[in-house]
């Protein structure tokens, strides 16, 4: 005779079922963020999860890897090296910034299959990297699909304020947007519970949106939102695709 399932056991797969699955960020982080006299900047790219420190994720490589500084992108992917982190592959570089002004680093990944979401993901992140500690140029547009313009300058920030932008898709605003927050913990915070591992808000009807950073490190803000071409899924049926639009910045603590 079969037992009936407990109701209690029932809930918690229930639960299990609905907990959302621990955010993916596609990481570009150089060694420093400005650079007074200009000079050599390393940048790794890893795929993770940057509160809990992983899982890292398996990276192919990167359709497209670049830096666009006074309105001219420059092709990296030559530059690119493999730096593999345990069994999953990923990617550093070093570029020489010896002129004044914003080098705005950039990745578009090869579409990654998520089985857990039944989805790809595409994340084109970017991250800016001032030379001689210009203060311009922070503010230009790779040009990606989907994008976060920053209207805070990104290497300029101190621990505390706030950061702004506007989420866009295709140069227009998106109103609404979700955005996931995630801090690279390095400083061995713990986190209450799950909810405070990936921040989330929503930007506001002009696509714009602002959050104020409590600790030192590097911040992620990626915009989600699903594109408008399906993919073939590894079995042959159509899946979304989920294209975030990711920027990188780090907030400096007053000494």
């Known amino acids: 005779m079969s037992v009936p399932a407990h109701p209690f056991a029932a809930l918690a797969v229930s639960f299990m079922l609905a907990a959302p699955a621990a955010a993916h960020f596609q990481q570009i982080i150089p060694s420093a963020d400005v650079l007074p006299d200009g000079g050599e900047v390393t940048l790794d790219l890893v795929f993770t999860h940057p509160f809990d420190g992983g899982p890292v994720m398996d990276m192919a490589p990167p359709v497209a890897v670049g ?64 030379s001689f500690a210009s203060g311009e140029g922070w503010d230009e547009s790779v040009g990606f699909p989907v994008e976060i313009l920053p209207l805070s300058q990104p290497t300029g920030l101190w621990t505390g304020n706030l950061f702004t932008g506007i989420v866009t898709k295709g140069g227009a605003p998106v109103p609404f947007a979700e955005i996931e927050i995630e801090f690279i913990n390095d400083q061995g915070i713990e986190a209450p519970n799950d909810a405070y591992i990936t921040q989330v808000l929503k930007a506001d009807a002009n696509g714009t949106f602002s959050y104020a950073m409590p600790f030192s490190g590097w911040w992620g803000f990626a915009a989600l939102v699903e594109g408008d071409t399906p993919m073939m899924a590894p079995d042959g049926t159509e899946v979304p695709v989920e294209e975030g639009a990711l920027i990188w910045v780090n907030a400096k603590p007053a000494e």
Do not use: C
């Open 67 to 130: 830096v666009l500084k006074r309105g001219e992108k420059t092709d990296l992917t030559g530059a690119l090296s493999e730096a593999r982190q345990g069994d999953a592959m990923a990617y550093g570089l070093t570029h020489d910034l010896n002129e004044p002004g914003a080098a705005v680093f950039y990745i578009e990944p090869a579409p990654y299959w998520e089985p857990a979401e039944g989805k790809y993901i595409i994340h084109y992140a970017k991250v800016v990297v001032d």
